[in-house]
T-cell receptor
Framework: DVKVTQSSRYLVKRTGEKVFLECVQD?????MFWYRQDPGLGLRLIYF???????EKGDIPEGYSVSREKKERFSLILESASTNQTSMYLC?????????????FGPGTRLTVT | GQQVMQIPQYQHVQEGEDFTTYCNSS?????IQWYKQRPGGHPVFLIQ?????EVKKQKRLTFQFGEAKKNSSLHITATQTTDVGTYFC???????????FGTGTRLKVLA
């Protein structure tokens, strides 16, 4: 079974802190994604990566950056956390360069910024 | 930009009743995926539809892709309490690897 793990289930940070969210997948997937999920807004794509060191902005990249130094690991960085970044963060991965493959999601990290 | 809309946002049904959620895209889709997220869980892939007019069944779940490949539906026959959760559709952005998710339909089943 594909396994996508995220470094923390719950995280509480203070405004202005730099926050790192880590995601690791064990199925040699090319594509990896970071979403945030807020009530009534569904899943919104922050960034995605289709190869090591390759990244593209999603729909809401402002205030975030990412890093993919190894194929299995995709990190989301909040350079200076703000209260409006309080949310559930979901990482996902998928096979294929065509993007027409199912996405496997991690358990999510619920981030609270105070 | 491309949008994927889902209706209804919420649906409460009595156990045994049928349920349908609809997904509409502002652009033609090469394929559409459906996911289910249980309360407190993460989205889990259910199915992918590729062909115009395609219909696929998984036990009590029936998925349909519209002829124009701009809409889709998920129908659950005789709902059970295990069907509780939020159902999302997702369609790819043309020419990219990005999928746009609908806002989801939250299903509650009353026993």
């Amino acid at each position: 079974d594909v396994k996508v793990t995220q470094s923390s289930r719950y995280l509480v940070k203070r405004t202005g802190e730099k926050v790192f969210l880590e995601c690791v997948q064990d199925m040699d997937h090319e594509n990896m994604f970071w979403y945030r999920q807020d009530p009534g807004l569904g899943l919104r794509l922050i960034y995605f990566s289709y190869d090591v060191k390759m990244k593209e902005k999603g729909d809401i990249p402002e205030g975030y950056s990412v890093s993919r130094e190894k194929k299995e690991r995709f990190s989301l960085i909040l350079e200076s956390a703000s209260t409006n970044q309080t949310s559930m963060y979901l990482c996902a991965s998928s096979y294929g360069t065509g993007g027409s493959y199912e996405q496997y999601f991690g358990p999510g990290t619920r981030l609270t910024v105070t | 930009g491309q949008q994927v809309m889902q209706i209804p946002q919420y649906q409460h049904v009595q156990e045994g009743e049928d349920f349908t959620t609809y997904c509409n895209s502002s652009t033609t889709l090469s394929n559409i995926q459906w996911y289910k997220q249980r309360p407190g869980g993460h989205p889990v892939f259910l199915i992918q539809l590729v062909k115009s007019g395609e219909v696929k069944k998984q036990k009590r779940l029936t998925f349909q892709f519209g002829e124009a490949k701009k809409n889709s539906s998920l129908h659950i026959t005789a709902t059970q309490t295990t069907d509780v959760g939020t159902y999302f559709c997702a369609g790819p952005t043309s020419g990219t690897y990005k999928y746009i998710f609908g806002t989801g339909t939250r299903l509650k089943v009353l026993a």
